[in-house]
């Protein structure tokens, strides 16, 4: 009988430590879903960071592309006045007009000098206030 008492204890023992085993396998495991569930909530952070700077890059380079083509047309605009000047100094050659339509014709042309030269100063504002804003971004 006492052998038998003693055999039901080391076996009740060994369960209760087979249980413990158990307990603290569990333990660890729920550690190491806390720490992979950490490690995506990272990971999905960096990706919402890249995300952000990569639009931020896009816009960038469209704000240039926007700025270019700004360029583009001035220029455009200057070389037409350019020809006009061209054309108009051709035609005072030509016609060799009074002194009167002379000075008229050249008080044009400064004119339009002064216009473009207007134009070009706004120009160069609206592209120093986009660089000072791309800085910014």
Aim: net charge positive; hydrophobic share 20%.
């Amino acid at each position: 009988m006492g052998n038998q008492q003693q055999q039901q204890q080391l076996l009740q023992q060994q369960q209760r430590l087979q249980q413990q085993q158990r307990l603290q396998q569990q333990q660890r495991l729920q550690q190491q879903q806390q720490r992979l569930q950490q490690q995506q909530q990272l990971l999905q952070q960096q990706q919402r960071l890249q995300q952000q700077q990569r639009l931020q890059q896009q816009q960038r380079l469209q704000q240039q592309q926007r700025l270019q083509q700004q360029q583009q047309r001035l220029q455009q605009q200057q070389q037409r006045l350019q020809q006009q000047q061209r054309l108009q100094q051709q035609l005072l050659q030509q016609q060799q007009l009074q002194p009167q339509q002379q000075q008229q014709l050249q008080q044009q042309q400064e004119q339009q000098l002064q216009k473009q030269q207007l134009q070009q100063q706004q120009l160069q504002q609206q592209q120093q206030t986009a660089v000072l804003l791309l800085q910014f971004l």
